[in-house]
């Protein structure tokens, strides 16, 4: 486990480095210019003049060829210094640190709700194979997974405003000092990215238990007189969840990428819409960031899957 652990972190180091390349280039080929923007929002009259232009991509450093300003920008990246945001001024760390909790709660939220709900919903559709339950959670599952997102917070919000005159609190509030403003403005958000993930754990769990269902050591475990229960639990559950815990780096990448929109929807300032902000106005050093971290949080969160997968199964060897 160890060298199949420390191989898989060699491996990332050229992923990172792909994605981060790749990102930087097509943030360069993109229309429109930065120092353009910088310089149109800093003058009164609407009329940018050319030398202040130029004065801008000279500070930012963008006049300079493409190859320097790349290693110039993965050089300080690797010392933790990712710049600073060419429209706030602040330091980026500090705008994704200051955004940073309520992203990761928002997506936590989302991840628990679609455990909570998915893998009930399958293990009762897979011991209900083809009765209502099954037809109910499948057309649900289906459902869900073919709605957008947006389209499913738009119409959350459009209920919840026009039948209860209600919609979620604006602003920022901390958990541990408002945790009540803090569901509710988190609440509804976290419910929509909750159900798109639910169904897909629900799809994968009925799936992975159907296939457990059907294997003789569970038959052996009915046959010796088992409870239904003991054998659910203890016995078919267990391996019916490698799949699914395998899959779950794959849906908290999805629920991270869910946040960009759902954070714009219900207005909630979080990395989401920090992206969403820095690609509009070509906030370079920002979205760098942010894609970086991003590629290293899913790099890492598939590696603790691994893990955690050969825990479940100690006959998986990555040897």
Request: aromatic share 10%.
């Amino acid at each position: 486990m160890g060298q199949y652990v420390l191989r898989r972190a060699i491996l990332a180091v050229p992923t990172i480095f792909a994605s981060t390349l790749v990102v930087f280039l097509v943030l360069r080929v993109l229309p429109g210019d930065v120092a353009l923007f910088i310089a149109l929002g800093t003058d009164a009259s609407g009329v940018a003049d050319e030398a202040a232009i130029e004065a801008i991509r000279e500070e930012l450093g963008l006049n300079r060829p493409l190859p320097v300003q790349y290693f110039v920008w993965i050089g300080n990246a690797l010392r933790g210094e990712f710049g600073e945001s060419a429209f706030t001024h602040r330091t980026v760390a500090y705008e994704i640190t200051s955004r940073l909790p309520l992203t990761v709660q928002l997506a936590l939220m989302g991840q628990i709700l679609a455990f909570a709900i998915g893998i009930p919903l399958g293990i009762v559709s897979a011991m209900r194979r083809d009765k209502a339950v099954d037809t109910i959670s499948r057309f649900w599952s289906i459902l869900f997974l073919a709605m957008p997102q947006f389209w499913v917070a738009l119409m959350l919000l459009l209920f919840t405003s026009r039948v209860f005159n209600w919609s979620p609190p604006l602003g920022y509030f901390l958990l541990w000092e408002h945790p009540g403003n803090n569901m509710l403005q988190l609440g509804p958000a976290a419910l929509v990215l909750g159900v798109g993930g639910a169904a897909i754990a629900a799809r994968m769990t009925r799936s992975s238990m159907l296939e457990v269902l059907g294997e003789d050591y569970i038959r052996t475990a009915r046959a010796k007189g088992l409870m239904p229960g003991v054998v659910i639990i203890r016995h078919a559950l267990r391996n019916a969840l490698i799949p699914v815990i395998s899959l779950s780096a794959v849906t908290f990448a999805f629920l991270l990428a869910g946040t960009v929109i759902l954070e714009t929807v219900y207005s909630i300032p979080g990395l989401g819409s920090l992206m969403l902000t820095s690609i509009r106005t070509r906030d370079y050093e920002v979205i760098q960031a942010l894609v970086l971290i991003s590629v290293v949080v899913v790099i890492l969160l598939n590696l603790v899957v691994d893990i955690v997968y050969a825990w479940l199964d100690p006959r998986i060897s990555y040897s």
